[in-house]
């Protein structure tokens, strides 16, 4: 079902229940753009990883979220979904939300349009939303206007007591006695109100000053804006208490009315997390990251805080790209990508359960030829998830799902572009692939791929995956050449060789040899074998929870972390010999 | 006339003549954005503004460009012109194009969709730009290729005679051998070409090597990128030194069309330039930095450099905003907004020549109703100029529009939210406000506008410029009492004070207390009253001219200029207490 702001508000309530009642949710996000610099390396540990897709996705949008609920109907035996795709879009024009800046990347936008997307009812129908920071500041600037206009009720003007009193000029004097014949007028006359004359703020100023004197009891003074942006000063009848009070009530209804407006989407986003429920996802890395930072909370610079607000946002999460490329999968899946996924898990030895829209629901089908549209991906990645999990039934008729047999994929992010295919593990050690057989080696810049297959010619095939101009990871396919290598290699002024373990500990400027350093806190307190009965601390508002971490009053754009250590990863921009396509695809596979 | 990518290379000639053909263009642009951090200062210097609207702007991108061109008819004495409105959007998905990166905000947005502008046009039909790096480039590599390729025709194969032979292991050797035992057989069979088995590219690399030695001048290899992005390698009939001439001259045919086709809207610009035409533009700053940086040249870090190129590039520009609102219109005219601005013109004692829409072409009229769009806006523009030019000739029916009449508002830029409306001065010296009523102070950061009124309160009225929480400028409406401020309030602990110009100069390190720096050396070579007859040298390729700079090696996003000197600005986010209305309201206007 298409979700935008003209029927998201009704709808809440509906994908709240749907949400409450499924066995799993999958998800799916449509971006503005990928990433700013393509600095990923093939060896890259996963904190790396982290970091630098973090650094370089911050400030592209989410403007496309599919959900669809899967509800396992113990009586028919069959699944029950309903499809959810949302458009969303930063709210302005509300002074209390900022004015959001993002990057867009013009390839991914391209890609957009030729799928079909409409940019225009995304700007105009986009639904808002607000991370716990700015929800957090918008309730509290709302607070302290509520509060200043009870204040204002209780004492007829501004309680603006601790003002200094501002001393007139013979002019100013003469303007504000004028107004305030004017003022005296009004009050002598039949009318409901009469608009004082167009001044500016200090001359506003002075005759607010001059009424908390001399109007008490009186009258009532208050600034409009005008459609033209103009401020005017507006002398009324004095309103009895009851009818102020009454007026403020209704002003604090439609200011409530228009906070719950602004957080929209993320209300969303926050009963997921307060559900606890199993999150699917196809290469669901980068938009688990987006979600978190979008909805929640600013991602934090440091990788183990990310992992524990992952974990505990999220406690159980599911990569269908990771679990379609491990264990019995990985030979009977030739191709992840997730339209090929499809199409594999439709024929033999892959039985698809039956799966039909929740009654009154609106859900796509198979037939539905709307890829990449976030709902019906969303749509297709719990199909796709589905299929497998039945698959682990002994290929049996599905007739109760066993959580338990997904315990090998629980929470393990696939990473893209990595050479050994290591995962994040969130709520658990991360795995440290074995790199024995790669070496790092710095080099002249003027150096060609050429030069390096030349050096190591001897020693058998290798792959060479770029740092930058003048240094690289390589990867030896003889491993038991590593130490011939090494030694042989090592006695130029030309070019430095060293292996992997020891330029990773150089970087990080300790002894301990350790590609991940994912040991924090959060995984003493819970493994990935208890992640699935996590503490009910969550069911609270999230913007009070562990969530509400003010983290690093990060500016908008190009915040800099402070780096926690001596790591200083180089990352230069490719260059053109590194953006040749076969070195990209210098693989054995 | 709306301008798309399906129409503008047709009608490339058409505004070619039509930009020679005329007395002046009228410009308007639509932005993605306009700033990042709204950090101008009221008592900032035009270097200092240059700086941070520079930095602050440098990420968004011109969508949509009004240019509208107006020829004075002799004959009939009424003004001819034509109008076009383009959509303009970055190209992607030529590898020799970089995939751009851009900024939005979303108020912009929600302003353009507001006047119905249309983003799924823009995306979908958006004309492509290249500024002069991209552009050298894209002709470099293009050339590198052709060359390459003639080469080959040459040698019959790749003439990488450089490259060290690459070793096979014996896994390999069988898998090369198999593959030309395949080529053998293709040789002798009747067959026009031939697929070879999908191989990874160092494999493919083994191939050609092997070709090289092997395959001359019996077959042809050549590798072929499938739907599915997978690279094969085909075998084909040796074809004839002259039919791969042929062949490799229609592919350069293609490729200088793709080439100009990428160049796209630059194209236009460039004519602009070389034409030294008068460049109208009302608050125009913004519009001429973008339409530089974009469709020129980055812009240069250092302030004079931007002026020495911007007045190089554009010989002759006139700002209505300025005009509107010096000399004899000053008095005149109320309110500079260009809706209003075009009221007023309509009225005593103004009077509108007469504007007709050139034969044959396409133009709006001021029925049009399309207001915020770029061509319409730009027409508005045009209006008034002619009109207030008009007025300028003794309120006479304009027979032969005297250019000398011009002279007090040429190369002037209107600088918005300066406190003493100092302006830019392309080809000239910038004024130096007198600003001897102004003072620095700072103080504790818990200070509010008050603690500085009440501070201030013996000296009469000030006006407060905020510049971050701990420092403002203060402005005395009484003249004569900054002295006595100065030396009263000089012997606190808490605050101190201190003249506009010793704060100035402070910051600058220097002991010349001139607010502006613009003497650069373009100055002497060109002044303001010469800039009518530029030297020729501008009709020259501008990608080989004086814009050619490769200036900084700039990254996309983020980029940082090396300080010029010990300048620095103190620019932090505005807080909540400058954020106020009143606070930039607070003027005696």
């Not at 002598?188 to 004082?196: K, M, Q, T, V, Y």
């Not at 991940?516 to 503490?535: E, I, L, V």
Request: glycine residues 4%.
């Amino acid at each position: 079902m298409e979700v935008t702001k003209s029927n998201f508000y009704q709808l809440i309530p509906e994908i709240k229940e749907a949400i409450e009642k499924c066995d799993f949710i999958s998800i799916d996000c449509e971006l503005t753009g990928l990433n700013t610099v393509n600095d990923i390396n093939a060896f890259d540990t996963q904190k790396q990883y982290y970091e630098k897709v973090r650094k370089s996705s911050k400030n592209f949008l989410i403007i496309q979220y599919g959900l669809c609920m899967f509800r396992y109907d113990h009586d028919t035996k069959t699944y029950k979904q309903a499809s959810y795709n949302f458009y969303i879009f930063p709210k302005s024009g509300n002074k209390y939300v900022p004015d959001h800046r993002f990057l867009c990347q013009s390839s991914c936008i391209d890609f957009l349009m030729s799928c079909g997307f409409d940019f225009n009812k995304l700007f105009k129908e986009g639904i808002p939303y607000l991370n716990s920071n700015e929800e957090d500041k918008y309730r509290e600037i709302l607070s302290d206007v509520q509060k200043i206009r009870a204040n204002q009720i209780q004492n007829n003007f501004s309680p603006d007591t601790k003002n200094s009193v501002i001393s007139m000029t013979v002019e100013e004097k003469t303007f504000v006695d004028s107004v305030f014949k004017e003022i005296e007028d009004f009050i002598a006359s039949d009318s409901e109100e009469h608009a004082l004359p167009k001044c500016n703020a200090y001359l506003r100023r002075l005759i607010y000053q001059e009424a908390r004197k001399t109007l008490k009891n009186k009258a009532c003074l208050e600034t409009r804006v005008l459609d033209n942006k103009d401020r005017v000063l507006v002398v009324t009848r004095l309103k009895s208490k009851a009818a102020q009070e009454e007026e403020h009530n209704k002003m604090i209804e439609q200011e409530e009315d228009e906070f719950e407006k602004c957080v929209g989407f993320s209300t969303i986003i926050k009963a997921i997390v307060e559900s606890e429920k199993l999150i699917v996802g196809h290469n669901m890395c980068l938009d688990l990251l987006h979600t978190i930072d979008q909805f929640l909370t600013p991602l934090p610079c440091n990788y183990d805080e990310f992992k524990e607000l992952a974990n505990f946002s999220f406690p159980k999460v599911l990569d269908t790209k990771y679990m379609s490329s491990v264990t019995q999968f990985k030979n009977l899946i030739d191709s992840n990508v997730l339209a090929n996924l499809l199409a594999t898990l439709q024929k033999d030895p892959f039985r698809m359960p039956d799966i039909e829209i929740e009654e009154n629901r609106r859900g796509y089908t198979l037939n539905s030829n709307k890829a990449h549209e976030a709902g019906y991906d969303a749509y297709i990645t719990g199909v796709c998830f589905s299929t497998m999990w039945n698959y682990l039934h002994d290929g049996e008729k599905l007739s109760n799902p066993d959580v338990s047999l997904l315990k090998p994929y629980i929470n393990r992010l696939f990473l893209m572009r990595l050479q050994d295919s290591p995962f994040i593990h969130l709520g658990g050690r991360d795995p440290v692939p074995p790199r024995d057989h790669v070496v790092y080696l710095s080099f002249p810049k003027n150096w060609k791929l050429n030069d390096i297959i030349q050096l190591f010619s001897p020693f058998g095939n290798i792959y060479v995956s770029w740092i930058d101009d003048h240094s690289a990871f390589i990867s030896l396919q003889k491993k038991d050449q590593v130490s011939i290598a090494l030694s042989t290699l090592s006695q130029s002024d030309t070019y430095s060789i060293m292996t992997y373990a020891q330029h990773h500990s150089k970087l990080t400027g300790e002894n301990n040899v350790s590609a991940s350093s994912s040991n924090s806190s959060s995984h003493k307190k819970r493994s990935a074998d208890n992640s699935h009965a996590a503490p009910k601390k969550r069911k609270t508002n999230i913007g009070e929870s562990v969530l509400k971490q003010k983290l690093n009053n990060e500016s908008d754009m190009g915040e800099v972390c402070k780096s926690t250590g001596k790591v200083s990863t180089p990352q230069k921009t490719l260059n053109k010999k590194q953006l040749q396509p076969t070195f990209s695809e210098l693989t054995w596979d």
